[in-house]
T-cell receptor, first 110, second 115 residues
């Protein structure tokens, strides 16, 4: 059964901390791994990872994919209260099917 | 805890027919459920917000007569795509909020293909 598992389910940190969010997948015909940030109601796209070992960065956020071990991590350094959100990952197949994890809820305390 | 089950995971239907997608919260009461549609370039578009026992609130540009949303109980919301056309082919995903510490939990999504 194809599935995507995220951990932890929720996380509470203080401003300035660094966090690592995990996403593991077991998906047939895997193509790419996507990360989203959801604030309020509408998720926004963060990264799409297709190749192993190549880190993608955007400001304080970075992500990397390991296609051998079937997982991805999302790192956030020097966290801010504005980083509080649900972080969602999804595995995309070559047939354009998406499998979503249930998300990690991040709360950053001032 | 906080599991949302979405069914079916994929469906193929003929043009003109209707398709129902279910979103269930398995271990919590979902007072609010959200329905999204995924467009190219990875973006998720919010279609509507439904609260148990009341009419759904649709986002601008979403046809409420075409995308019927029912949230009749605290654990079930359904999205019915009526008179489906090929342009309705997309990935639909729900999320549910039950308050407390659950935040938003996503279903696994439904791939709809209209032929």
């Amino acid at each position: 059964e194809d599935k995507v598992v995220q951990s932890p389910l929720s996380l509470v940190v203080h401003e300035g901390d660094t966090v690592t969010l995990n996403c593991s997948y077991e998906v047939t015909n895997f193509r790419s791994l996507l990360w989203y940030k959801q604030e309020k109601k509408a998720p926004t796209f963060l990264f799409m990872l297709t190749s192993s070992g190549i880190e993608k960065k955007s400001g304080r956020l970075s992500s990397i994919l390991d296609k051998k071990e079937l997982f991805s991590i999302l790192n956030i350094t020097a966290t801010q209260t504005g980083d509080s959100a649900i972080y969602l990952c999804a595995a995309r197949t070559t047939g354009n099917q998406f499998y979503f994890g249930t998300g990690t809820s991040l709360t950053v305390i001032p | 805890g906080a599991v949302v089950s979405q069914h079916p995971s994929w469906v193929i239907c003929k043009s003109g027919t209707s398709v129902k997608i279910e979103c269930r919260s398995l271990d919590f009461q979902a007072t609010t459920m959200f329905w999204y549609r995924q467009f190219p370039k990875q973006s998720l578009m919010l279609m509507a917000t439904s609260n148990e026992g009341s009419k759904a609130t649709y986002e601008q540009g979403v046809e409420k007569d075409k995308f019927l949303i029912n949230h009749a109980s605290l654990t079930l919301s359904t999205l019915t795509v009526t008179s489906a056309h090929p342009e309705d082919s997309s990935f639909y995903i729900c999320s549910a909020s039950g308050g407390g510490n659950y935040g938003y939990t996503f279903g696994s999504g439904t791939r709809l293909t209209v032929v």
